[in-house]
């Protein structure tokens, strides 16, 4: 068992992220893939082989070598039933025995867990929350959503579906979400809400200074461009930052009020912003949190960036293999 390896995939909306480490936990290689848009079921499980495989191949390893694999996706991972119900990022992906199909075809042991759970142990264990045995894990990425540790343990609810925090409504009639509604945080503050906004912007407004980066991205701009533009005093993306972060600072408020946290932690692409995006979030919610709540309560940026979801499955694989 010891020259065994651990596999730990963190399959994102966009990208695939695969980290093959020795069962002490050291990092042996990392690989970052692109998610092919409209995978199937069937798809999907050739694609997080090919993954795997490929990452194994850079230390001339094979998928003999492995003991198990960790999978974190980004979305509704029934814990009863072992099926990923939806993956509102990846569509096409319903009702599908993920786990089980998975190992089948790899013939070692899988574990699935949905994706912000997995990052919270992460942080919790080697990352910004280290130490801390109450604290919500927050990522704002392509999607939203957040892990919660509560008394030093992973929450999940009674079938998975706890710290869905990017399906919260916060915008009745508003836009429509990837898991059906209309008006979640999700389709109001996410990365990809982001830049839907300003992509409408520039349709109706060619003055800002978004356009420059539309003319070099096939016409469009992303969220990372948004934030760019705002920190040139454009006043289209301060705007959309500014909304974006009012809905997220009001729903992050809320879940400090009901769980009294000693710290939340923010991870996912936007949240590299910096200040633009700190700064205001902290003032909202300094306004909107219980002052007995929010007396000790810190918000920092997560420390793994986008390795705490497979940072965390490593953890989460390892602990089911004793």
């Not at 042996?28 to 082989?49: I, Y």
């Not at 205001?280 to 306004?287: N, S, T």
């Not at 705490?308 to 602990?319: D, P, S």
């Amino acid at each position: 068992m010891q020259e065994k390896l651990l596999a730990a995939v963190d399959l994102g909306g966009t990208k695939i992220l695969t980290i093959i480490a020795d069962l002490n936990g050291k990092i042996l290689v990392r690989k970052l893939l692109p998610t092919p848009p409209q995978t199937d079921a069937a798809g999907l499980l050739h694609v997080l082989e090919s993954a795997i495989t490929q990452t194994l191949a850079a230390i001339n390893k094979s998928i003999i070598h492995l003991a198990a694999v960790g999978l974190c996706v980004p979305g509704f991972f029934d814990i009863k039933e072992r099926v990923v119900l939806k993956l509102p990022n990846i569509p096409l992906v319903k009702n599908f025995p993920l786990e089980s199909a998975l190992a089948q075809r790899l013939g070692v042991p899988v574990l699935v867990e949905n994706d912000a759970n997995a990052a919270a142990v992460g942080e919790a264990r080697q990352g910004a929350a280290k130490g801390h045995r109450d604290l919500i894990y927050i990522t704002v990425s392509t999607g939203i959503g957040a892990g919660l540790i509560l008394n030093g343990e992973l929450y999940r609810g009674s079938r998975g579906f706890a710290g869905e925090f990017g399906h919260l409504e916060v915008k009745s009639e508003g836009p429509l979400c990837g898991c059906g509604k209309r008006g979640c945080l999700e389709a109001v503050a996410s990365g990809t809400a982001i830049a839907r906004r300003a992509n409408e912007a520039l349709r109706k407004n060619g003055e800002t200074k978004l356009s420059q980066w539309a003319v070099q991205n096939n016409g469009k701009v992303t969220a990372e461009h948004v934030f760019l533009a705002a920190k040139a005093k454009d006043p289209t993306a301060i705007a959309i930052i500014e909304e974006a972060v009012f809905y997220l600072g009001i729903s992050i408020s809320n879940l400090i009020n009901l769980l009294n946290p000693s710290l939340v932690v923010l991870g996912g692409g936007v949240t590299n912003a910096g200040d633009v995006f700190f700064a205001p979030l902290q003032k909202i919610v300094a306004k909107n949190t219980v002052k007995y709540a929010n007396q000790d309560v810190k918000i920092v940026p997560a420390a793994l960036g986008s390795e705490a979801g497979a940072i965390g499955m490593l953890f989460l694989v390892k602990n089911q293999l004793k």
